[in-house]
């Protein structure tokens, strides 16, 4: 279950809540709406306190970038069939998309300067996209010789 402030924030700011089902059709934007989107992974409230603090920002990254993205929380049930895809590692965290593909990614609470710098910057058409996490990758050699990989 989200937290009161996730849940006031989800209504108030009537963002959808996200689940592996609709992830897709919320991420390809209808006509006139921008390309860009930042989804809120929360983690579970009674472990990830900062996920309240990042509620209270999220509404005022919105505004701050009005016209330019669109929000969503990603419910809690389906964080972990989610989170890889867009390189989220901790929780809460802010995914930004460009329609499905993951931009950046800020995780926990962060001052607001770093919020306006690293969306701006993502939000830019020429960001490059994130590669998709595929978890740790090591190579060890020695003397020459390939040990493992």
């Not at 409230?45 to 929380?73: N, T, Y």
């Amino acid at each position: 279950m989200p937290s009161v402030l996730v849940r006031a924030l989800s209504e108030r700011a009537r963002l959808p809540l996200i689940d592996e089902t609709n992830i897709d059709a919320f991420l390809a934007p209808a006509a006139g709406e921008p390309d860009n989107a930042v989804l809120f992974f929360t983690g579970d409230p009674s472990q990830r306190p900062e996920a309240d603090d990042v509620a209270v920002v999220l509404p005022h990254i919105l505004k701050a970038f009005q016209g330019r993205l669109r929000g969503a929380v990603v419910l809690r049930t389906a964080a972990d069939k989610l989170k890889a895809r867009f390189n989220v590692v901790v929780m809460p965290s802010l995914a930004v998309t460009r329609r499905d593909q993951p931009v950046g990614v800020l995780g926990k609470i962060r001052d607001w300067s770093e919020y306006v710098e690293k969306i701006s910057a993502w939000l830019a058409p020429n960001a490059p996209v994130m590669v998709p996490s595929g978890g740790l990758k090591v190579e060890i050699t020695h003397a020459g010789k390939e040990i493992a990989r």
